[in-house]
Structure formats: C-alpha cells, structure tokens
C-alpha cells in the first residue's frame, strides 16, 4: 500500500517570494512521483515527475523537485512566485504493478494562495 | 493535438436516477483512468483500463458503479441508482503506456450533483 501525505492544506505566500510545499509519500517499493496542478474548474495539469536517475526535478512554470529517499519526501519548490502560480497542487504517488499500470494515490491537495 | 475529453460537463439527476458518464481518451493512448473528487475525500482512483479490460475493479466505490470501454478508445462510467454522495467530480486521465511511470493527462471532469 501507498500513501501521500502533504503538510499545510493552505499556504500563502507573497508575491516574488519563495514557494515551499511538502509531499511525503510511504511506499513499499521504490516509487514513481508527481506534482500536478489544478486551477478552477479544470482538470489536473502535470508539473513534473521522478521516475529514476537525477533526484532533482525540474518543471514547467519554473518549479522542480528533490526527491529525497532518506526522507521519503518530495518537495516542491518554486524560487520566486507568480500571482498565476495561484492554484491547488497535488503530490502523487504511483508504483509499477505486475500486469500493468497502477491508479494515481494522491495527497489531499495544497491550495497556494499569492498575495500581492 | 486534442486532449482527454469527457462530457458532460455538468450533469445535475435525481437521487434514485442512472447516469453516464463519457470519456475520449487521447488518441493512441493504451491506458485509461477514472478517478474521483470531492471535498470529503480527495481525490480518489476508480478504476482503470488496459486495451479494453479492467484488471481490477475492486476501487469502485458500490456495486452500483460500472465502466466499460470499447475499441480502446471510448469509456463510459455508469452510477446506477444515484445516492447523494455520489456528488462529485469525476475525472478522466489516460497515458499512453502502463507503466507505473507514464504520465496521466486529465480531462476536465464531469460535475455530477445529486438533488
């Protein structure tokens, strides 16, 4: 079984500032992990993703990633925000399963809120 | 090229009704995804698709839920007999392999309110 657990339902930041959300996900096996974003009324966009290799992942919108095994975490990180960045994002985890894909966990989801 | 469609948009029933819900995955991807969301629980994986077949069933919420999927390509979800917590968003994803580490692209989601 998996898990994702993401600290703070809602963070706010200044506008320019440096956006910090965290993901931390259980696994029992080595896991594959996303951000996706939401905006309203829209589906979910995706950010970035780690598969293998390079533990630092770098995104669309300038944001990126680190995984960190040791910490079982996934972090994301944007250095300066932008009042488009305004927006639910959603830490995902996903493992390869014998025969096939496996659903999406997610966590419950942060809502960024960019003040002027 | 066109992304993940489904329609409709807004689907309002009464409780105790049956509705469909359409998914047009993109073209050529092999893998199809329902999910759900809603403000008591998250989002929610349902239930996903390989070709035509459904390996596994078992994060259908109730027996009053089904899907199919035809041709590879078109899935239809089903609620019979709608219950008020079956108000939701139900979301649409498809990859193009399935592998734990393809990407899902999402559709925009079907509003279902159950009066």
């Known amino acids: 079984a998996q898990s994702v657990t993401q600290l703070g339902s809602h963070v706010s930041v200044s506008e320019g500032a440096l956006v910090l959300l965290r993901c931390n996900y259980s696994?029992?096996?080595?896991?594959?992990l996303f951000w996706y974003v939401q905006y309203p009324n829209q589906g979910l966009q995706l950010l970035l993703k780690?598969?293998?290799?390079?533990?630092l992942v770098k995104g669309i919108n300038g944001f990126e990633a680190e995984f960190k095994k040791s910490e079982t975490s996934f972090h994301l990180t944007k250095p300066s925000a932008h009042m488009s960045d305004a927006a639910e994002y959603f830490c995902?985890?996903?493992?390869?399963?014998?025969?096939?894909?496996?659903?999406?966990?997610f966590g419950k989801g942060t809502h960024l809120i960019i003040q002027p | 090229g066109a992304g993940v469609s489904q329609s409709p948009s807004n689907k309002v029933t009464e409780k105790g009704k049956d509705v469909e819900l359409r998914c047009d995955p993109i073209?050529?991807?092999?893998?199809l995804y329902w999910y759900r969301q809603s403000l008591g629980q998250g989002l929610e994986f349902l239930i996903y698709?390989?070709?035509?077949?459904?390996?596994?069933k078992s994060g259908l919420p109730s027996d009053r839920f089904s899907a199919e999927r035809t041709g590879g390509s078109v899935s239809t979800l089903t609620i019979q007999r709608t219950q008020q917590e079956d108000s939701a968003v139900y979301l649409c994803?498809?990859?193009?392999?399935?592998?734990?580490?393809?990407?899902?692209?999402f559709g925009p989601g079907t509003r279902l309110t159950v009066l």
């Open positions: 994803a498809s990859s193009l392999g399935t592998r734990g580490f393809d990407t899902q692209y």
């Open positions: 696994s029992s096996v080595p896991p594959y």
């Open positions: 780690y598969t293998t290799g390079a533990t």
């Open positions: 995902a985890v996903s493992t390869q399963r014998r025969g096939g894909a496996d659903g999406l966990t």
């Open positions: 073209s050529g991807h092999t893998a």
């Open positions: 698709f390989q070709g035509n077949s459904a390996p596994d």
